[in-house]
T-cell receptor, first 113, second 110 residues
Framework: KAGVTQTPRYLIKTRGQQVTLSCSPI?????VSWYQQTPGQGLQFLFE???????NKGNFPGRFSGRQFSNSRSEMNVSTLELGDSALYLC????????????FGQGTRLTVV | GEDVEQSLFLSVREGDSSVINCTYT??????LYWYKQEPGAGLQLLTY?????DMKQDQRLTVLLNKKDKHLSLRIADTQTGDSAIYFC??????????FGTGTKLQVIP
């Protein structure tokens, strides 16, 4: 069974640009969540989708958005990039409502210059 | 809000046991997790424990949960150099709003 796939693995963007990151969950998983990992703030929850609906959202500005498609694949978008958005963005998928097991992808390393 | 705390660093000799500790604040957490992150990699789920359990053992890993004190620990028996990584404790506040600790960097000395 393929794991969680995130693309691209690495990305360099300029301040003010926007970026879209993609996450393909494990086949059969319907929950996808996103996290931001930075040296200063650690791992922080961005949002979670289940069956195309956002069920929960962390404390991030509106520049951070996401969506989930009918095949459970998810994208997150960051608009008007800031230097502080440089981070490792991790996606996790889970098979069930209770999210007992969340499997993480390798992440997308975003660098904003 | 939810908060999860861990010590930042632990150093052990190869073959010894490692114990990584964690405290959390959200008493409504249903699941608590231990993840491992190696350099340049994503997070690997090591084990999890349901909040009504006191202990869970999985091969070299033993998780202890003291719900009264909101204290979680991970014991790695016979620690190997391949266990060197950052270990994250995390709690699930529902709908996968998982709060992670700062991570404990485990260094295994050969």
């Amino acid at each position: 069974k393929a794991g969680v796939t995130q693309t691209p693995r690495y990305l360099i963007k300029t301040r003010g640009q926007q970026v879209t990151l993609s996450c393909s969950p494990i086949s059969g998983h319907r929950s996808v969540s996103w996290y931001q990992q930075t040296p200063g703030q650690g791992l922080q929850f961005l949002f979670e989708y289940f069956s195309e609906t956002q069920r929960n959202k962390g404390n991030f500005p509106g520049r951070f958005s996401g969506r989930q498609f009918s095949n459970s694949r998810s994208e997150m978008n960051v608009s008007t990039l800031e230097l502080g958005d440089s981070a490792l963005y991790l996606c996790a998928s889970s098979p069930d409502v209770m999210n007992t097991e969340a499997f993480f992808g390798q992440g997308t390393r975003l660098t904003v210059v | 809000g939810e908060d999860v705390e861990q010590s930042l660093f632990l150093s052990v000799r190869e073959g010894d046991s490692s114990v990584i500790n964690c405290t959390y604040t959200d008493s409504s957490s249903t699941y608590l997790y231990w993840y491992k992150q190696e350099p340049g990699a994503g997070l690997q789920l090591l084990t999890y424990i349901f909040s009504n359990m006191d202990m869970k053992q999985d091969q070299r890993l033993t998780v202890l949960l003291n719900k009264k004190d909101k204290h979680l620990s991970l014991r790695i028996a016979d620690t190997q150099t391949g266990d060197s990584a950052i270990y994250f404790c995390a709690e699930n506040g529902g709908y996968q709003k998982v709060t992670f600790g700062t991570g404990t960097k485990l260094q295994v000395i050969p």
